[in-house]
């Protein structure tokens, strides 16, 4: 779950942002029942909550500013960026990732989802020599560790493969997606814990691979460090909730000050700078 309600508000200006905030709290009531098993999720969902609401508060303020602004991209001005307002920087940076802008995920946060559909324009508009690191969140949902799995699974193979997250045919790609789709479209559940080859199932056969693979490639070396390198994204997520982009490994863009897929990929690029 995330503060990061822009999706529905900046970036689809033409929506009531009544209604919006309806969608928001029945998909947060939604996801309330589903992850409030733990203190580390009520955690995280708390955060989302409170983020999430301040956010659409805000989208909604612009948005009757500025009327119906059916083009918002053509009226941005650049401007500088503020520390405490923009971004804030961690007191403990993601290791090696410099150059790299990072996505801070789960596959049961329906934000995060919402946020699939903008991703590769913003992956496209990197530098060449800036890589896209998406960070599975373990500590989210019925099968959050399970999930993280998969997806470490997947993106080593697609880095034997040579394919990044900005190829179509990148596993780890067809993974999210079918993960996505199933969780906050068709409300998927898969037994609240209880089914977990029907879950596994749901991503591996959307990549093409089959459940004896995964389990093979699972204690290769190349996964395992993938996984290790995600354990520090937690203390990131608890900030602000999920996604969450962090910018060469120290610097996390406050979402509440997002305003539009324009203004995000703005604050990436001056970011990159730093």
């Known amino acids: 779950m995330s503060k990061n309600h ?8 033409q929506e009531n942002p009544k209604s919006q905030m309806k969608i928001f709290i029945k998909s ?9 098993a733990s ?23 612009q948005s009757v500013a500025q009327g119906t602004a059916q083009n918002p ?15 804030i920087v961690l007191k403990e940076p993601l290791p090696n990732a410099q150059n790299s802008v990072i996505e801070i995920f789960s596959y049961a946060c329906p934000f995060c989802y919402r946020y699939s559909k903008i991703l590769p324009k913003v992956i496209e508009s990197l530098p060449k ?12 949902g ?48 898969w037994g609240q814990g209880k089914n977990l080859q029907a879950f596994l199932h749901t991503g591996l056969d959307a990549a ?3 459940i004896e693979e995964f389990y093979a490639a699972l ?21 602000q909730g999920v996604p969450a982009f962090v910018v060469n490994g120290k610097y996390l863009i406050y979402t509440k000050s997002i305003a539009s897929l324009k203004d995000l990929e703005y604050k990436i690029d001056e970011l990159l700078k730093k």
Not at 129 to 140: A, G, Q, T
Request: glycine letters at 6%.
């Open 142 to 189: 019925d099968y959050g560790k399970v999930a993280s799995q998969v997806f470490a699974v997947l993106l080593d193979k697609d880095k034997k493969s040579n394919i990044t997250t900005k190829d179509s045919k990148s596993a780890f790609l067809k993974a999210q997606k079918a993960y996505f789709s199933e969780y906050n479209i068709k409300k998927e559940r």
């Open 6 to 13: 822009f999706t529905q508000g900046n970036l689809k200006m």
């Open 208 to 210: 093409g691979v089959k």
């Open 219 to 239: 204690q290769e070396k190349g996964v395992q460090e993938i996984l290790r390198s995600w354990e520090a994204g937690y203390e990131v997520a608890i900030i």
């Open 28 to 36: 947060f009531a939604q996801n309330v029942r589903d992850d409030f």
């Open 73 to 87: 991209k053509s009226d941005f001005k650049r401007y500088e960026l503020k520390e405490g307002r923009d971004f």
């Open 39 to 61: 203190a580390i999720k009520a955690k995280i969902a708390v955060v989302s909550l409170l983020a999430g609401l301040l956010s659409l508060s805000v989208a909604y303020t």
């Open 129 to 140: 020599n800036v890589e896209f690191k998406p960070y599975h969140l373990e500590k989210m």
